[in-house]
Nanobody, 121 residues
C-alpha cells in the first residue's frame, strides 16, 4: 500500500508564506512526477505545480514567481513553498504522485487527503 500525507497548511495573512510537504510511504520503487493541486469550495480542482523525477518543474500562470516546488527523492518527499500569498490562493491543497510500486509494474496515481490553506486579506 502507498500513502501520501500532506502537511503545512494553515491560516496566513496576505503576503505571507507557507511551506507544504507531501510524503509518500509504503511499497515504492519509483516516485515519478508529483503534482500539487488545489480546490476552493465550489470550484474544480486545478493543477498548481509539477515536478518530474529528474527535477523538471512546471507552474500554473497564477503562481509563477511566487510558488516553488521541490523534491528529495531519497526521502520520497516533495514541498511546495508558497510566498506572497493572496486570498485567491485559499483552497485545499492536494498532492498527487505517479508511483511505480515494484520494478516492471505500471504507474499508479495516488492522492493525499489534502491540507487547508487559508489566506486572509
Amino acid at each position: 500500500q502507498v500513502q501520501l500525507v500532506e502537511s503545512g497548511g494553515g491560516l496566513v495573512q496576505a503576503g505571507g508564506s507557507l511551506r507544504l510537504s507531501c510524503a509518500a510511504s509504503g511499497t515504492i520503487f519509483i516516485v515519478d512526477t508529483v503534482g500539487w493541486y488545489r480546490q476552493a469550495p465550489g470550484n474544480k480542482r486545478e493543477l498548481v505545480a509539477t515536478i518530474s523525477s529528474g527535477g523538471t518543474t512546471s507552474y500554473a500562470d497564477s503562481v509563477k514567481g511566487r510558488f516553488t516546488i521541490s523534491r528529495d527523492n531519497a526521502k520520497n518527499t516533495v514541498w511546495l513553498q508558497m510566498n506572497s500569498l493572496r486570498p485567491e490562493d485559499t483552497a485545499v491543497y492536494y498532492c498527487n504522485a505517479a508511483i511505480v510500486r515494484v520494478v516492471g509494474d505500471h504507474v499508479y496515481h495516488y492522492w493525499g487527503q489534502g491540507t487547508q490553506v487559508t489566506v486572509s486579506s
